[in-house]
C-alpha cells in the first residue's frame, strides 16, 4: 500500500515562487509515474505535471498548458520524493495541489492514478 503525503504549500503573493514536495513510501517509487494535480474550489480535479523514469534512466515529462514554462516537476528517486517547482505564480494557481502515482506510462486523467496524497493548498494573492 503507497502512501503519499505533499508539503510545501502556502500562501504566496504573484510573481512569488514555491516548492512543494511529494515523499512516497509502501511501494518502489522510482517504478512508478508521479502526477502533480490540483483543484479549486467548485472546480474539476485537473491536470498539472507528470514524471516517469523509463527502465534505461531517461526522464520523461509533461505539464499542462497553464504551467508550462512556470512549473517544474522533478524526483529524486533515492529519497523516494517527489518536488513540483512553481515559478511565476498567478492568482489562477490558487487551489488544493495534490500528487499522484500510478504504475506505467504518463496519463493526465486523475482516475488513471492509484494512490493519492491529502493534498496542500496553495493561495496565491494578486
Known amino acids: 500500500q503507497a502512501q503519499l503525503t505533499e508539503s510545501g504549500g502556502g500562501l504566496v503573493q504573484a510573481g512569488g515562487s514555491l516548492r512543494l514536495s511529494c515523499a512516497a513510501s509502501?511501494?518502489?517509487?522510482?517504478?512508478?509515474?508521479m502526477g502533480w494535480f490540483r483543484q479549486a474550489p467548485g472546480k474539476e480535479r485537473e491536470f498539472v505535471a507528470a514524471i516517469r523514469r523509463s527502465q534505461t534512466g531517461v526522464y520523461y515529462t509533461d505539464y499542462a498548458d497553464s504551467v508550462k514554462g512556470r512549473f517544474t516537476i522533478s524526483r529524486d528517486n533515492a529519497q523516494n520524493t517527489g518536488y513540483l517547482q512553481m515559478n511565476s505564480l498567478k492568482p489562477e494557481d490558487t487551489a488544493v495541489y495534490y500528487c499522484?502515482?500510478?504504475?506505467?506510462?504518463?496519463?493526465?486523467?486523475?482516475?488513471?492514478?492509484?494512490?493519492w496524497g491529502q493534498g496542500t493548498q496553495v493561495t496565491v494573492s494578486s
Open positions: 509502501g511501494r518502489t517509487f522510482s517504478s512508478y509515474t
Open positions: 499522484a502515482s500510478r504504475l506505467g506510462d504518463i496519463k493526465t486523467m486523475p482516475f488513471e492514478y492509484d494512490y
